[in-house]
T-cell receptor, first 118, second 112 residues
Framework: AQSVAQPEDQVNVAEGNPLTVKCTYS??????LFWYVQYPNRGLQFLLK??????LVKGSYGFEAEFNKSQTSFHLKKPSALVSDSALYFC????????????????FGAGTQVVVTP | NAGVTQTPKFRVLKTGQSMTLLCAQD?????MYWYRQDPGMGLRLIHY???????AKGEVPDGYNVSRLKKQNFLLGLESAAPSQTSVYFC???????????FGPGTRLTVT
């Protein structure tokens, strides 16, 4: 069975400093990996994905993530954090299965709260 | 193009009452999902649908029912609400071309 772990409940960073949100996964076969962001009282918004190809994936709002197969990780990064990046971040992996039912299903991590202070 | 919309945004129920949450999407997506979000637990899949007229159970289906009579709508029902169903409920639809899920704004449900 696949699983996703976000080892940090909260990440605190000063504005202008680099931001990293960690994610590790466990799947059989090739993973499809995603990052979503949730601002207060809002639904989840897609940030970026890794399906295949280049291990460094660039996404919305200046975020990027690096797929590392040997470490089974997909950490989210931003070189210079903004106060407006304060939000809840979710890593997700596409559930795999033989049936077409599984094609769109995602397994989400527990989420990491990012707090960026001025 | 409204994307995914959910009705209502907030609701308070007494234990034992019933209600239906409505999700609508205008992107012509085949696959739709209902999740619940609880603190520290991420999103857990309740039920999903891979097309009009089809539904399937997710990770936490007990106490919920769903229907997909029209492709654009996915309804989540609570027949007899319990305090354990106090949560924020999200609907999503899946774009098979981009592999992305699109989420609605959520419904905050409190059961007293």
């Amino acid at each position: 069975a696949q699983s996703v772990a976000q080892p940090e409940d909260q990440v605190n960073v000063a504005e202008g400093n680099p931001l990293t949100v960690k994610c590790t996964y466990s799947v059989s076969g090739n993973p499809y990996l995603f990052w979503y962001v949730q601002y207060p009282n809002r639904g989840l918004q897609f940030l970026l994905k890794y399906i295949t190809g280049d291990n460094l994936v660039k996404g919305s709002y200046g975020f990027e993530a690096e797929f590392n197969k040997s470490q089974t990780s997909f950490h989210l990064k931003k070189p210079s954090a903004l106060v407006s990046d304060s939000a809840l971040y979710f890593c997700a992996v596409r559930a795999l299965g033989r049936s077409t039912d599984s094609w769109g299903k995602l397994q989400f991590g527990a989420g990491t709260q990012v707090v960026v202070t001025p | 193009n409204a994307g995914v919309t959910q009705t209502p945004k907030f609701r308070v129920l007494k234990t034992g009452q019933s209600m239906t949450l409505l999700c609508a999407q205008d992107m012509n997506h085949e696959y739709m999902y209902w999740y619940r979000q609880d603190p520290g637990m991420g999103l857990r899949l309740i039920h999903y649908s891979v097309g009009e007229g089809t539904t399937a159970k997710g990770e936490v289906p007990d106490g919920y029912n769903v229907s997909r009579l029209k492709k654009q709508n996915f309804l989540l029902g609570l027949e007899s609400a319990a305090p354990s169903q106090t949560s924020v409920y999200f609907c999503a639809s899946w774009d098979g071309a981009s592999y992305e899920q699109y989420f609605g704004p959520g419904t905050r449900l409190t059961v007293t």
